[in-house]
């Protein structure tokens, strides 16, 4: 089975680099956020992890981030339980192990966290921190599908499309493919690009093509990019090029 673009160990990197964007967005003074830090607060333990990810307000330091993280996920907390899990998946701070990146990664999944079934789902399909198991794999991914992640819609589709973990099923694939697209997954958007471009499954339409490559192009999807590019060198009518 394939997964376009990205591997399971870059997938989860650029979720970090994500997650703690996210938290640096709303990041207030080191100082202060240290402080409830030190009081117990959660959240503000997962902040402060992301300033000493980012090196936001202090000098960067992974092995800081990796304690503050951990305090946090020791709480309960489920988003840093799934981002601890991630740490240990890259070695970010702590010895890597894929074993334990998968405990905290099923403790992060077992309290609903639809990242975490995400990550799950892709742990048992690569068999990283545990047997290969695509039928565990289904399981997770149509956890997180179930709960509007775009990346797990996409996985799902090309399970049922395949028939890999579940019975095939075109019209389920095509369900959760075109789910997938819609909620801005660039891997599921070029593809239906291609799909409207080459009439395959679907009345050719190379508006709809270009509207969809454009989508995924504009997320970073070099394929797509490249096969935008074709159709409008060939005047917007000419064959994609996969």
Do not use: C
């Amino acid at each position: 089975m394939t997964f376009l673009n990205t591997s399971f160990i870059s997938k989860i990197t650029l979720f970090l680099v994500a997650a703690m964007l996210s938290v640096s967005a709303m990041a207030s003074d080191f100082n202060q956020v240290q402080r409830l830090a030190n009081q117990g607060n959660a959240e503000a333990q997962i902040e402060l992890s992301g300033m000493y990810y980012l090196g936001e307000g202090v000098q960067q330091d992974y092995p800081k981030m990796f304690e503050w993280l951990k305090k946090a996920a020791d709480q309960g907390n489920a988003d840093a339980q799934h981002l601890l899990g991630v740490t240990y998946g890259l070695g970010m701070g702590v010895r890597q192990d894929h074993v334990i990146a998968k405990e905290w990664t099923q403790k992060s999944a077992n309290q609903g966290n639809a990242e975490a079934q995400h990550h799950l789902g892709m742990m048992y399909s690569d068999g990283a921190g545990v047997r290969q198991d695509y039928t565990q794999a289904f399981k997770w991914y149509q956890k997180a599908a179930n709960q509007g992640n775009a990346d797990a819609q996409f996985n799902l589709s090309m399970m049922y499309s395949d028939g890999i973990g579940v019975k095939q099923d075109h019209v389920i694939a095509d369900k959760w493919f075109k789910e997938a697209a819609n909620q801005g997954n660039a891997d599921a958007q070029y593809l239906l690009g291609l799909f409207y471009a080459d009439g395959e499954g679907i009345e050719q339409d190379y508006a709809q093509a270009l509207e969809w490559l454009k989508k995924s192009a504009n997320q970073g999807n070099a394929e797509a990019q490249y096969n935008l590019g074709v159709m409008y060198a060939n005047g917007k009518g000419g064959r994609v090029v996969a």
